[in-house]
């Protein structure tokens, strides 16, 4: 057996859920001196542009979880205020990108998945979405972990999908069939000037929680049933959120994957999967 087969296999059978959780409590945990010495190991291995972030001392930071989802210094991701071009909405590289043919996406070479199993199963949410775009985009350890708007949105609906949590790297993607749709996730589904748009925030691996500005954590708890959270145009319970600003967070790395409906906007020149990304730059143009 070859070394990245032996990592396939390894994935199979570890407890991915108990190991998560176990990562989660210590990422969250004040270890004082023990914790800055394990971001600055961190910021080495990985190596990571502190002077782009708000606060570049190490020290600051309590836990690890306030280190992963840093906040960066104003003005550094300057946005495409274009009404007409969606911006990309995180750091990280483009794993795969466009159509959306008979339901089904591309999650690599040889491997399609199911839109309608990755937004929770129900027709009713696919359906705009049908013959439409998609974009996966893969979030390093290296990279900045907040998840901002794209194009500006109305939250019509959250879901959290229960699932597994393998690893989502390139090499995982390659190895493992239906993997985002296998995973836990959470589901975001807007109103925009575009029509509908899905922003879909995939579990992984020692992602200790997936967050959003409007509910908190989301995950943890997992659960084995899907959930859904319907919300208002208007109102005190309405979510309104212009592009740029910030929809979510990961403690600790995954993936973003957006989709929207048929001519609505078209990928820009460029746009390939292995592009590095960076938020608020653009992506794609309304049609």
């Given at each position: 057996?070859?070394?990245?087969?032996?990592?396939?296999?390894?994935?199979?059978?570890m407890p991915k859920h108990a190991i998560s959780r176990l990562v989660g409590k210590l990422a969250a945990a004040q270890a004082g001196a023990l914790t800055t010495q394990l971001i600055k190991l961190f910021i080495k291995q990985y190596k990571i542009n502190m002077r782009e972030a708000l606060y570049e001392d190490p020290a600051h930071y309590k836990t690890f979880n306030e280190?992963?989802?840093?906040?960066?210094?104003?003005?550094?991701?300057?946005?495409?205020?274009?009404?007409?071009?969606?911006?990309?909405?995180?750091?990280?590289?483009?794993?795969?990108?466009?159509?959306?043919?008979?339901?089904?996406?591309?999650?690599?070479?040889?491997?399609?998945?199911?839109?309608?199993?990755?937004?929770?199963?129900?027709?009713?949410?696919?359906?705009?979405?049908?013959?439409?775009?998609?974009?996966?985009?893969?979030?390093?350890?290296?990279?900045?972990?907040?998840?901002?708007?794209?194009?500006?949105?109305?939250?019509?609906?959250?879901?959290?999908?229960?699932?597994?949590?393998?690893?989502?790297?390139?090499?995982?993607?390659?190895?493992?069939?239906?993997?985002?749709?296998?995973?836990?996730?959470?589901?975001?589904?807007?109103?925009?000037?575009?029509?509908?748009?899905?922003?879909?925030?995939?579990?992984?691996?020692?992602?200790?929680?997936?967050?959003?500005?409007?509910?908190?954590?989301?995950?943890?708890?997992?659960?084995?049933?899907?959930?859904?959270?319907?919300?208002?145009?208007?109102?005190?319970?309405?979510?309104?959120?212009?592009?740029?600003?910030?929809?979510?967070?990961?403690?600790?790395?995954?993936?973003?994957?957006?989709?929207?409906?048929?001519?609505?906007?078209?990928?820009?020149?460029?746009?390939?999967?292995?592009?590095?990304?960076?938020?608020?730059?653009?992506?794609?143009?309304?049609?």
């Open positions: 057996m070859n070394l990245d087969k032996f990592k396939i296999a390894m994935q199979y059978a280190f992963f989802t840093r906040p960066l210094k104003p003005g550094i991701r300057p946005l495409a205020e274009d009404e007409h071009i969606v911006a990309h909405p995180v750091d990280g590289a483009i794993s795969q990108l466009g159509d959306v043919v008979d339901g089904q996406i591309i999650q690599a070479k040889g491997h399609d998945y199911s839109l309608q199993t990755l937004l929770g199963g129900k027709e009713d949410d696919v359906s705009p979405f049908l013959g439409g775009k998609f974009a996966c985009i893969y979030l390093a350890p290296k990279d900045y972990h907040r998840i901002h708007m794209p194009v500006d949105g109305v939250l019509k609906r959250m879901i959290y999908v229960p699932g597994d949590l393998f690893s989502v790297n390139p090499l995982t993607a390659q190895n493992v069939p239906n993997l985002f749709a296998r995973n836990e996730r959470v589901v975001a589904i807007f109103d925009t000037a575009m029509g509908p748009l899905a922003m879909v925030l995939v579990g992984a691996t020692i992602v200790a929680s997936i967050e959003t500005i409007w509910a908190g954590t989301v995950t943890p708890p997992a659960g084995k049933d899907v959930f859904s959270w319907d919300y208002p145009e208007s109102g005190t319970n309405a979510v309104h959120l212009k592009k740029g600003e910030e929809m979510g967070r990961f403690k600790l790395g995954s993936t973003v994957i957006l989709a929207w409906g048929a001519n609505e906007a078209d990928f820009l020149e460029g746009e390939l999967p292995e592009t590095t990304t960076r938020m608020g730059t653009p992506f794609a143009q309304k049609v």
